[in-house]
């Protein structure tokens, strides 16, 4: 099966006074029809510019983008117009229509595509129902909340039919319970409708959420890419352990060396692994941290454990984890841990030894 969008040694440079910036470095990326696919990254990554290159907003320096077959660097001006219209963007800041109310937001790109009003107004109405707002058709978007008008941005680019929604960090401008909300519509709507959404993020909880496939982006490059479970169990890169790290807001001050993080698979979450563990070797260990998280609705359980100083009880151990069919990734030393993970040392009450 051919990829929706192809992305075949990408590069973009900004030319400045004093320097040339290298945005992007050589990526390629293959996107399948109806994946929601996450583009990761800190903040400067190339993530932002890499989804604007998607549609050409930006055109790319060299490389190829293929859309559905064709590639947008071959299309005449009118052409490119015409494809875009098959690849919605919604963006942080929403980008309403301040003096037009909620259903004429909606009707404004069918409006411009030539569509009658009357009709433009009935499916303008059809889309909003789809995201729960057909109770605020008539406001105005200073009558909204964040989430509201996340969600009129959202029926205004379905109303357009597109096959491709790109998504450039979408919820950071909301509060975490409505960034949930707006997350659960768009896997709605990417199952209802079959529309592939490429989401840019740096939360790597919102990738976590919804995503099937991410990319990891790093100072232009791609780091890390592949499906969300695989990456979250086995991080191969920095950029990747950094970013699933990021959420450790406590790890207890070690005295040994030796440290290990567990992913708990489907059918090891309800066994008493590390109990048994222990009284198989008659050796304690250090739960430095415990979490579940939630990927794409299914809970996944970690650990960071500190093993014994002895070499070769450790090693039994790490035997006996993977065993028990855990992803077991072996960790840097504390100070590394600390680094990666934004960590904060020193013990604190509930930090428990088995």
């Given at each position: 099966m051919e990829?929706?969008?192809?992305?075949?040694?990408?590069?973009?440079?900004?030319?400045?006074?004093?320097?040339?910036?290298?945005?992007?470095?050589?990526?390629?990326?293959?996107?399948?029809?109806?994946?929601?696919y996450g583009i990761i990254g800190m903040s400067g990554a190339g993530k932002s510019t890499l989804v604007r290159c998607l549609n050409f907003l930006e055109r790319p320096t060299s490389g190829n983008v293929v859309v559905d077959g064709r590639d947008l660097a071959q299309l005449s001006g009118k052409e490119l117009r015409e494809e875009r219209k098959s690849i919605?963007?919604?963006?942080?800041?929403?980008?309403?229509?301040?003096?037009?109310?909620?259903?004429?937001?909606?009707?404004?790109?069918?409006?411009?595509?030539?569509?009658?009003?009357?009709?433009?107004?009935?499916?303008?109405?059809?889309?909003?129902?789809?995201?729960?707002?057909?109770?605020?058709?008539?406001?105005y978007p200073v009558q909204l909340s964040g989430g509201q008008k996340q969600r009129v941005a959202i029926a205004r680019v379905l109303a357009s039919d597109p096959k491709i929604l790109l998504c450039d960090e979408a919820t950071s401008a909301l509060d975490p319970?409505?960034?949930?909300?707006?997350?659960?519509?768009?896997?709605?709507?990417?199952?209802?409708?079959?529309?592939?959404?490429?989401v840019i993020t740096h939360e790597m909880a919102v990738v976590q959420e919804i995503c099937s496939?991410?990319?990891?982006?790093?100072q232009?490059?791609?780091?890390?890419?592949?499906?969300?479970?695989?990456?979250?169990?086995?991080?191969?890169s920095r950029e990747a352990k950094r970013l699933i790290y990021q959420g450790f807001e406590k790890v207890a001050e070690?005295?040994?060396?030796?440290?290990?993080?567990?992913?708990?698979?489907?059918?090891?979450?309800?066994?008493?692994?590390?109990?048994?563990?222990?009284?198989?070797?008659?050796?304690?260990?250090?739960?430095?941290?415990?979490?579940?998280?939630?990927?794409?609705?299914?809970?996944?359980?970690e650990m960071i454990l500190q093993l014994p100083e002895d070499a070769e009880t450790g090693e039994k151990m790490i035997a006996y984890l993977k065993n028990a069919k855990l992803s077991v990734e072996e960790m840097e030393d504390y100070e590394s841990v600390h680094?990666?993970?934004?960590?904060?040392?020193?013990?604190?009450?509930?930090?428990?030894?088995c």
């Open positions: 990829p929706i969008i192809k992305i075949e040694h990408l590069c973009k440079e900004f030319k400045l006074k004093e320097m040339d910036v290298h945005a992007l470095n050589d990526v390629s990326l293959d996107i399948y029809k109806g994946d929601i919605g963007m919604i963006f942080q800041h929403f980008n309403l229509l301040m003096q037009r109310s909620v259903v004429d937001n909606v009707c404004f790109p069918l409006e411009i595509a030539g569509m009658k009003r009357s009709e433009a107004r009935k499916k303008a109405m059809e889309y909003l129902e789809i995201v729960g707002l057909t109770e605020k058709a008539k406001a319970q409505t960034t949930k909300s707006i997350l659960q519509l768009l896997k709605e709507i990417n199952r209802k409708f079959g529309i592939t959404i490429v496939h991410v990319a990891i982006i790093d232009g490059n791609l780091v890390e890419h592949g499906k969300v479970e695989d990456i979250f169990s086995a991080p191969q070690m005295k040994g060396k030796r440290c290990v993080r567990i992913v708990f698979a489907e059918n090891s979450s309800f066994e008493p692994v590390i109990g048994n563990m222990v009284l198989t070797f008659k050796t304690p260990v250090n739960i430095l941290y415990a979490n579940t998280r939630d990927l794409d609705g299914v809970a996944k359980g680094r990666i993970g934004g960590a904060q040392g020193g013990r604190e009450e509930g930090d428990e030894a």
